[in-house]
């Protein structure tokens, strides 16, 4: 029998979202050093299910099985990742990457940790060895904040644009132009813009094929639309994703060029 589970836990991300955006952030540094040293994401992306395995966070193994696939991992490699030891289907620097990974989330006797340290080395140079550590530890940072905040796995089809808002960031980063919609901690679109004057100019949208379906694009829409409009900017919606969600949001006409607002 399935026992009674609360659902009265804060959603820490949520709560305390300046202290999300600056892990939102670390990843996204650690992603860009794992590219810098060679390391791809699709090897990234076995560390981050492995360790979220280990963890037992659901919310993550449910975001990041997808993000592997897309990555160009294998269903079978997937099935069988938490046996990675008894199969030759990963490559020698995959096997180190995991080896490590498991030992930053468990953090096991001095002796094993060597062990595995030391067949790490064997195919990682030290730049990748740090950065499979990060990697694994940030995993392990979002895992924790999924599952104490408890973070809900849906069935796909069952999952609203609702339920997607609540299980999302979206945060401005104004070194790339762009607003950018983050799942699980992983970057799964953006809109970027450029600034002319007080013009807030929308120029094209884009969401990861990976995470369709969750009502994302509207989600970073809004809430690039409402940053906007606080910032007392006024918007030029030449992306057309944008400009079919302001059609449909009359609300922020007043701001807008070519709705209240003529130029």
Known sequence: MKPDVPHDRVWIDKQT????????????EVRAAAAAVGLDRKLIELVNLRVSQI??????????QRAALAAGNTEQELAVLSAWRRTELYSPMEQAALALAEV????PDEHTMDREYAFAR????DDQLSVVVWAATTIGAFNRVSILSRHPVRASKEKSTMTAAAESTVVRNDEKHRYEVFYGGELAGFAEYEERDDETVFTHTEIDGAFSGK???STLAKHAIEDTVERGRVIRPLCPFIKAYLDKHPQYDAQVIGKGISR
């Open 17 to 28: 979202p300046t202290a999300f955006r600056a892990l939102v952030k670390v990843a996204s």
């Open 55 to 64: 963890s037992g966070c659901a919310f993550c193994l449910d975001t990041h």
């Open 104 to 107: 930053t989330a468990t953090l």
């Open 122 to 125: 064997k195919h990682l140079t």
């Open 215 to 217: 009502g994302l694009g």
